[in-house]
């Protein structure tokens, strides 16, 4: 019974083998017949199917697609992220005449997949056809712009950004018909220029640089000139208000001074006619005068003939009598006494 029971199992063992081996090959089999026909869509790109060579649909949703196997059906994957083409340097020719050397960059993607594979095929191929565009555009828009609207000092005269958009404008909706790339921006990143032309922009900026110096120089001068001419305004002012004040000042002093003249005289003419002439004596006679008059003539007779004691002096001592007279001042409340020996 053992034996019976063991032989069975061992003819048993290779019927599953079998099998499994059957299925495994069967599953081996669809898998290499199914992976041809299964297409892979990533995020950023594009696929283009074609039957026999010629497009059939593009599949532009991320996702998984299933196709005929090849030779039937092909993909070809485009690639719909932005790309960056730097131009190589191109001559040109400004409005005046210029001849300056310009290097641009482009930023473009893949807008129409099946276009861009009809047209172009590749990166290669389309930057190629770009930088024929983009050279193409600016000869022409060059020739309507001075070199000061690319280099200048004065930031009014700068023309880049104005450039830079009309060479997007011109070339813009072609690449996109004929080529089915979308042109998103053209900048400008250098700017050479020739030997023969460095002298002529060193000029111009220099000529640009003297004109804003004048300009400021003459704004400047001009505010001086205003606040000088407010200065002299008002120091005139200043002077006047003085000039009036000290008119006042001395208009009031004057009838001070007269008022006590005439108060003096009318208190005692004599000694008034006395004193008024020893002040023009002294300011006749100065510290370092010499002067020979007849002591008789003229207001010498002061030095002779002192006017006489008022009645109301004080009797003066015997040894003052003996050397001279003296003589009060009334001024007011407040006498003074003056000497003079004859």
């Known amino acids: 019974m053992e034996n019976a029971s063991e032989s069975q199992s061992t003819q048993a063992a290779p019927l599953w083998t079998k099998v499994v081996r059957i299925g495994l090959g069967?599953?081996?089999?669809?898998?290499?017949?199914?992976?041809?026909?299964?297409?892979?869509?990533?995020?950023?790109?594009?696929?283009v199917v074609t039957r026999f060579g010629k497009p059939t649909r593009q599949l532009m949703e991320p996702g998984a697609y299933f196709k005929l196997p090849w030779p039937v059906e092909d993909a070809r994957i485009v690639d719909l992220r932005q790309h960056v083409f730097n131009t190589p340097y191109t001559a040109t020719l400004t409005h005046d005449r210029r001849n300056v050397v310009l290097s641009t960059f482009v930023v473009w993607n893949v807008a129409n997949p099946l276009l861009f594979l009809q047209s172009a095929g590749s990166v290669e191929a389309i930057s190629a056809k770009i930088d024929g565009m983009v050279t193409a555009a600016k000869n022409t828009r060059m020739g309507g712009y001075d070199l000061s609207a690319l280099v200048s000092t004065d930031s009014a005269q700068l023309q880049t950004e104005r450039i830079e958009q009309q060479l997007l404008q011109d070339v813009q909706q072609d690449a996109l018909d004929k080529f089915g790339i979308q042109i998103r921006q053209i900048g400008i990143n250098r700017i050479a220029y020739e030997s023969s032309n460095v002298a002529a922009v060193l000029a111009q900026m220099k000529a640009e640089r003297e004109a804003a110096a004048k300009q400021l120089r003459a704004l400047g001068e001009k505010d001086a000139n205003a606040i000088r001419d407010d200065a002299v305004v008002r120091s005139e002012e200043i002077l006047r208000d003085g000039r009036l004040e000290a008119g006042r000042i001395r208009a009031n002093a004057e009838q001070r001074v007269s008022e006590i003249y005439a108060q003096a005289h009318l208190q005692d003419p004599e000694f008034y006619r006395y004193?008024?002439?020893?002040?023009?004596?002294?300011?006749?006679?100065?510290?370092?005068?010499t002067i020979i008059l007849r002591t008789n003539e003229g207001f010498m007779d002061l030095l002779t003939t002192p006017p006489p004691v008022p009645q109301t002096a004080?009797?003066?001592?015997?040894?003052?009598?003996?050397?001279?007279?003296?003589?009060?001042?009334?001024?007011?409340?407040?006498?003074?006494?003056?000497?003079?020996?004859?």
């Open 26 to 47: 069967i599953s081996i089999f669809l898998l290499l017949v199914a992976y041809p026909c299964y297409v892979q869509v990533s995020e950023g790109t594009s696929v």
């Open 275 to 289: 004193w008024r002439s020893l002040e023009t004596l002294k300011r006749s006679l100065g510290s370092d005068s």
């Open 314 to 342: 004080a009797p003066s001592s015997p040894q003052t009598a003996s050397e001279g007279r003296t003589v009060l001042l009334p001024f007011g409340s407040s006498p003074s006494n003056g000497e003079m020996q004859p």
